[in-house]
Every structure is written in structure tokens, then in C-alpha cells.
């Protein structure tokens, strides 16, 4: 299950142009799994209705202090009270000066303000124009929500709508929901340094023909976004893939199985946990061309002959830390039939604790996929989920292992 499913979010708007993208995040999180109360300032009904917000979240929208739907009257402690959490997005530049404050003279601060501190966390996701984000005094009020108990989310870069380039736009309503899924998921791998190798390589034969395969790296960064929200550091290793990066990833992107021996070698001295499931090719043109190989009068085709490219997961499950036991490796087995022998014997032949078989061509860049973990204790299925829950999956299983064997 995702981390945001059954959790009540109160999503709270102030006045900012970014309004118009907490439509979006609001039906992300209803689709998580989330109830979504949103509660909008003044200003914030300026840019966007409580109707589009009302009919998205499917609960009528608060905006006053002096609401008498509520019995009480007192719809700051009622709204407040049955919250997991509030988010503010967008938080506006006087909004930060509100909370800092301690303001209480409209329902969004107050209810702010009311909160109990201690166990319904505040996040804020700031959008303003770049100088009202660099002044001084924001960043004085900014430093002071988050020494006051805040998790301040960060901005993006880009262009604004009033013209301008530069820091201060609201994250994505993508880059929120991963943000908040990260701050609900259990941190089962604090204090890991992960390190993952996605999608295919690409071999060359000439400098603008190469051989590759199918995958999509779509399993390596589900895995890659799971490790990051269970708290580790992660750095993830990409052949040539058109995926975004997961937020809070370091991402490095290679193109041969070369290139990506040479980056995980050095990247794998740091890291606790080495996870390949990249489709890395097994062979190479052995002599790739300098120029482009053309086309001759002859009819003649060109004779290419392949070598062997260096096994990445052998070769970091042979490395020292990883037979020290310091460096945990996870394989995977991309299969077209009779999947547990074939990953069982792949286990035992590339050394590693842990191997994770899969049927190559069912899962190459789906969505889905079913997972078959192997250890030496036998097998164990991870039945057909989305990509992203079964990343969730493989990280709770290996943070399962590590605790036991610690
Ligand atoms: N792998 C690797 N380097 C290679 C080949 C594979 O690191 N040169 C890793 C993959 O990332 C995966 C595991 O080894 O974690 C198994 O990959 P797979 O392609 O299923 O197996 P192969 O070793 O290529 O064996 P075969 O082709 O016989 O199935």
C-alpha cells in the first residue's frame, strides 16, 4: 500500500498563481487513496473556485472561521483535530509571515495555529516570484516555520507567471505527492546508501548505430523512489531511459556496459546495498567504427563480431565490502520461462543473498509486474502490482533481511 492511502490530508490554499496546479495535486492524492479537506483563504478563491476544489475532493470547501455547518462553531479545532496532515500549497510569501507570526485572524492560520503540534505535522509548499523568494525577510520567516515544527518543501526553477526565470515556483503537483509520500513512509533503510543500476545499456557500433534492448528502466526507478522514501541515500546508475528522476535521488546516466562497470566500481564504495536490475547487454561489436559505416555499391553487408561484456553484478558481489558483508547485492533475472530454476541457478552463479526473477518479456515497459524472490530459504512471490508498489515491496523484504542478519 502506498503511504498516503487512509490518510486524511487537509490541503490548505493561499493566494498564489500556483493555485491552479493544487487542482491536480488534489485529485493525486484522492487517487492515493487520501481524504482531502481543503480549506482556502480569500486570496486563494481569487485564483481558483471552491467549486473546482469541492468537486475534485468530493467535501465542500472551508474559508471562514465563522462556518456554521460545524455544531461548534469552531471549525479550527474540528478540521485541525482529525487531520494526519496539513499542506499548504500554495503557501504564499505572507503566509510563511503568518505562521511566523502566529496569526489566527482567518481559518487557514488558525487552524495553523491550533493544530496539536506534536502529532499533526505542517508541510509547506512555498510559490512566489523569485525576489519576494531570495528577500531576506522571506528566507528569515522560512527559517523560522521550519525551527517552529514546519517540513518546508522545496520550489522549483523555471519560468514565472509574471514573466520572470528563476526560483520561487510551486513543485509540480507530481513532485508534492512524492515528497509527502516520502515524509509517511516508514524509514526501514535510514542510514543506507543504496545504489542501483536501471534500464538498458546501449552498445555501439558506429557513432550513430548501437545495439540495445527493450527495457525500460521503469522497475529500477520504482525501486530507486521506494529506497528514497524509506529514507536511504540513493544513487541511481541509468542507461539510456526517457524517465524522470525521483525526487531526493542522485541520478547518474551511462550508455555502455563499460561505462556502467566503471560508475557503479566507484559509486559501489560508498554504498550499503547494491541493487542491479538493469538489462545490461551481454555483448558488444568488438571493434565499434570511428565514423558511420555507409552503404557500398557492392551489396556487401557488414560482419560484425561481439565480446563478452564484463558481468556488473558478479563482479561487485565478488568485490571485497560485498564479501565483507559490508555492501548487500540484489540481483535480478529477467526469464522468458521456467523461472524459479533458472533464477535459482542464477543465484548461486552470480554470488548475491538475494535474486529477484522476473519474466523478461511480460514486464519490459509495463507498468506492472510479479516478482519471484529467491534466497537461501527458497522462494517467495510477490504477486502482479504496479511497478511503484512492488518497489515498495523489494525495500520492505531487503530491509526485513538486513535486520535479521544485523
Ligand atoms: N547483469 C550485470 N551485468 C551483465 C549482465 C547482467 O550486472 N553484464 C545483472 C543484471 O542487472 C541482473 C542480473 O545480472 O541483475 C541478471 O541479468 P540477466 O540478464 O537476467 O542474466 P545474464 O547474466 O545476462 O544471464 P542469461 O543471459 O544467461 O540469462
Not at 548505430?209 to 529506497?227: C, P, Q, V, Y
Not at 545490461?280 to 561484456?309: M, T
Not at 526469464?335 to 543473498?353: D, I
Request: proline share 5%; net charge neutral.
Amino acid at each position: 500500500m502506498n503511504a498516503l492511502a487512509g490518510k486524511h490530508i487537509v490541503l490548505g490554499l493561499s493566494g498564489g498563481v500556483a493555485c491552479y496546479k493544487s487542482a491536480e495535486l488534489a485529485r493525486l492524492l484522492v487517487k492515493a487513496g487520501a481524504t482531502v479537506q481543503v480549506v482556502m483563504t480569500e486570496a486563494a478563491e481569487r485564483f481558483i473556485t471552491p467549486v473546482t476544489m469541492q468537486a475534485l475532493t468530493g467535501r465542500p470547501v472551508y474559508g471562514s472561521q465563522w462556518d456554521a455547518r460545524e455544531p461548534n462553531n469552531m471549525p479550527h479545532i474540528n478540521l485541525s483535530r482529525e487531520a494526519d496532515a496539513i499542506l499548504i500549497a500554495p503557501c504564499s510569501a505572507d503566509f510563511v509571515a503568518r505562521l511566523v507570526q502566529g496569526r489566527a485572524d482567518e481559518l487557514l492560520s488558525l487552524l495553523c495555529l491550533a493544530r496539536p503540534i506534536a502529532r499533526v505535522p505542517l508541510l509547506l509548499a512555498p510559490a512566489m516570484n523569485r525576489e519576494m523568494w531570495a528577500h531576506p525577510a522571506t528566507q528569515r520567516n522560512l527559517a523560522q516555520v521550519a525551527q517552529d515544527g514546519a517540513t518546508v518543501l522545496g520550489v522549483g526553477n523555471g519560468d514565472q507567471a509574471c514573466g520572470e526565470t528563476g526560483d520561487g515556483r510551486m513543485l509540480e503537483a507530481e513532485e508534492i505527492m512524492e515528497e509527502l509520500a516520502a515524509f509517511f513512509a516508514p524509514k526501514r533503510l535510514a542510514g543506507q546508501h543504496v545504489l542501483i543500476t536501471a534500464g538498458p545499456t546501449f552498445e555501439a557500433i558506429d557513432p550513430v548505430r548501437g545495439i540495445t534492448n527493450l527495457s525500460s528502466g521503469k522497475m529500477g526507478f520504482a525501486i530507486a523512489r521506494a529506497a528514497r522514501e524509506a529514507g536511504a541515500e540513493v544513487t541511481l546508475v541509468a542507461g539510456p531511459v526517457h524517465l524522470p528522476t525521483p525526487r531526493g535521488v542522485r541520478r547518474i546516466d551511462v550508455r555502455s556496459a563499460q561505462n556502467m562497470l566503471e560508475t557503479v566500481a566507484g559509486q559501489a564504495q560508498e554504498a550499503t546495498i547494491f541493487i542491479a536490475t538493469a538489462a545490461v547487454a551481454d555483448w558488444r561489436p568488438a571493434n565499434a567504427a570511428d565514423q558511420k559505416i555507409k552503404k557500398d555499391s557492392s551489396g556487401q553487408v557488414p560482419q560484425l563480431s561481439f565480446v563478452e561484456n564484463p558481468d556488473i553484478l558478479a563482479t561487485i558481489a565478488q568485490s571485497e565490502r560485498a564479501r565483507a558483508g559490508q555492501l548487500y547485492c540484489v540481483g535480478f533475472a529477467a526469464e522468458s520461462e521456467n523461472l524459479l530454476a533458472h533464477a535459482s541457478a542464477k543465484r548461486v552463479r552470480k554470488g548475491v543473498p538475494l535474486l529477484v526473477g522476473n519474466i523478461g518479456p511480460a514486464t519490459f515497459g509495463q507498468d506492472d509486474n510479479a516478482l519471484l524472490l529467491i534466497d537461501e530459504n527458497g522462494s517467495h512471490e510477490l504477486p502482479r502490482a504496479s511497478k511503484a508498489e512492488l518497489g515498495r515491496q523489494l525495500v520492505t523484504e531487503i530491509a526485513r533481511r538486513l535486520n535479521t542478519s544485523s
